[in-house]
Structure formats: structure tokens, C-alpha cells
């Protein structure tokens, strides 16, 4: 650890959503997506994983069931979704490029770093334990401890720079949807926009939301706001 006076970014805060930003994993979804619904005789819509990205996964099951009429319960599609996603995310998700160096270096240089996620516990914490990223972040937070609410509400964010310990003025969030960088915008957080697989129709627009723009951690900023 640097001494007090080389710590440039000493009281600053950076939040990071997994999915699609600190993990290059949304390929998982796109399999259980595939599976899931060739079980129901139905082709994913191109348009579904864009549609659901933001939710809750009490509230992606819900719509889910609404859109596509389906006879199951929320609990008994969230289970099966469940079961699916938890040996791949635990055998084959990786980090983002750069991002364990990156980890490494915020903390080394005095920031706090913080998780900011809609993935559910049961697979946020194996996932995280997979890749020997348990214990390292100061705040670890889910939708499930601000009452369920989506992105699209600034409570997560809040509720990750407080366990932080940090002024939310003084984060920087790592997002890879719209709606993500809007919210923390409102809330005078620094928002930088990650591309993926599954944000290449709406990149013009996150770039144009976004204070700066990712395609991995190798040219993420090192100084935060």
C-alpha cells in the first residue's frame, strides 16, 4: 500500500456492475436462454436479453411469464434458471480483461471498490468465490438489500457507496446499460460505459451517456474522479 501522500485516489469510490462488466459472462445467459426456452418449444426474441438486462430476477421471471404466457410459477422459473446458471457460472466465467489488475491497482492507490449487481446471491457469491474475489471488495450489494429495486432506481448505487464509505460525489460506477449510467448520473456519480456482446445495439447511446468508454480494464482510468 502507498503511503497517505501517493494515494491519488485516496476517498474515491469505484462501483462495478458483474454481468457483462467485471465478468465476461452474459454468453451464460444466452445458454440458459437458449435452453430455458427450447424446453417450451419457443425461440429467444432478439430483443429479450436488451428487455431484461435492468430487472430484478423476481422481475425478469414475472415478465417473462406475462410476455410469453407461460403456465409456470415466478419461483419455479427462477429456480430452474438457478440451476442452470450455477455450474457455468462457476466453471466457465472469466473476468474482463485487465480487471483483476485494475482491482489491484484502485486498491493500492486508495480507492474503495465496491459490487453493484442484480446477479442473486446464490450465484453472485460462488461466482465471485470462483474467481478469488471473495473478501476483496469493501461493499458487495444486491437489489435483494434495497427492497428489490431495478437500476433504474439510485438506491443500489447509494446503498454500495454508504457501505463503502464513500460520498457518492466521490464514485465512479462501471455499467454496461443505459440505465445504469443515467441513474448514477442523477445521483452525481461519474459513470463509464463497458461494451459487451449484449450492448452493441445500444453503444451509440452509452457512449453518448457515459463520461468515458470501456471495451476491458486495460484502459481503465487511474485516477477516478
Given at each position: 500500500?502507498q503511503?497517505g501522500?501517493?494515494q491519488?485516489?485516496?476517498?474515491a469510490?469505484?462501483?462495478?456492475?458483474?454481468?457483462?462488466?467485471l465478468?465476461?459472462?452474459?454468453?451464460?445467459w444466452d445458454?440458459?436462454?437458449e435452453?430455458?426456452f427450447s424446453?417450451r418449444g419457443?425461440?429467444?426474441?432478439d430483443?429479450y436479453?436488451?428487455?431484461?438486462s435492468?430487472m430484478?430476477?423476481p422481475?425478469i421471471?414475472r415478465?417473462t411469464?406475462d410476455?410469453?404466457?407461460l403456465?409456470d410459477?415466478p419461483?419455479?422459473?427462477?429456480d430452474?434458471?438457478n440451476?442452470?446458471?450455477l455450474?457455468?457460472?462457476?466453471t466457465?466465467?472469466?473476468?474482463?480483461?485487465?480487471?483483476?489488475?485494475?482491482?489491484a491497482h484502485?486498491?493500492?492507490?486508495g480507492?474503495?471498490i465496491?459490487?453493484?449487481?442484480?446477479?442473486?446471491?446464490?450465484?453472485r457469491d460462488?461466482?465471485?468465490?470462483?474467481l478469488g474475489?471473495?473478501?476483496?471488495?469493501?461493499?458487495?450489494c444486491g437489489i435483494?438489500?434495497?427492497?428489490g429495486?431495478n437500476k433504474d432506481h439510485?438506491d443500489?448505487?447509494?446503498r454500495?457507496?454508504?457501505?463503502m464509505?464513500v460520498e457518492p460525489?466521490?464514485?465512479?460506477?462501471?455499467?454496461d446499460?443505459?440505465?445504469?449510467v443515467c441513474?448514477?448520473?442523477?445521483?452525481?456519480m461519474a459513470?463509464?460505459a463497458?461494451?459487451?456482446?449484449?450492448?452493441?445495439?445500444?453503444?451509440?447511446?452509452?457512449?453518448?451517456?457515459a463520461?468515458?468508454?470501456?471495451?476491458?480494464?486495460?484502459?481503465?482510468?487511474?485516477i477516478l474522479?
Open positions: 500500500m503511503s501522500a501517493a491519488p485516489n485516496a476517498g469510490g469505484a462501483i462495478f456492475d458483474l454481468d457483462g462488466t465478468l465476461d459472462s452474459l454468453g451464460v445458454d440458459v436462454d435452453i430455458f424446453r419457443i425461440s429467444v426474441p430483443d436479453q436488451q428487455a431484461v435492468p430484478a430476477f422481475d421471471a415478465y411469464i410476455r410469453f404466457h403456465d410459477t419461483q419455479a422459473v427462477m430452474e434458471w440451476d442452470l446458471a455450474d457455468l457460472y462457476t466457465r466465467v472469466r473476468l474482463k480483461p485487465g480487471a483483476r489488475d485494475y482491482l484502485l486498491k493500492a492507490t480507492a474503495r465496491g459490487v453493484a449487481s442484480t446477479l442473486m446471491p446464490s450465484l460462488p461466482t465471485l468465490d470462483h474475489l471473495a473478501g476483496v471488495f469493501d461493499a458487495v435483494e438489500e434495497v427492497g429495486l439510485p443500489l448505487y447509494l454500495v457507496a454508504a457501505e464509505g460525489r466521490r464514485c465512479t460506477v462501471f455499467e446499460i443505459v440505465i445504469g441513474t448514477a448520473h442523477r445521483i452525481g459513470a463509464w463497458m461494451l459487451d456482446d449484449s450492448s452493441r445495439s445500444i453503444w451509440p447511446q452509452l457512449k453518448a451517456e463520461d468515458g468508454t470501456l471495451r476491458d480494464f486495460t484502459t481503465a482510468p487511474a474522479a
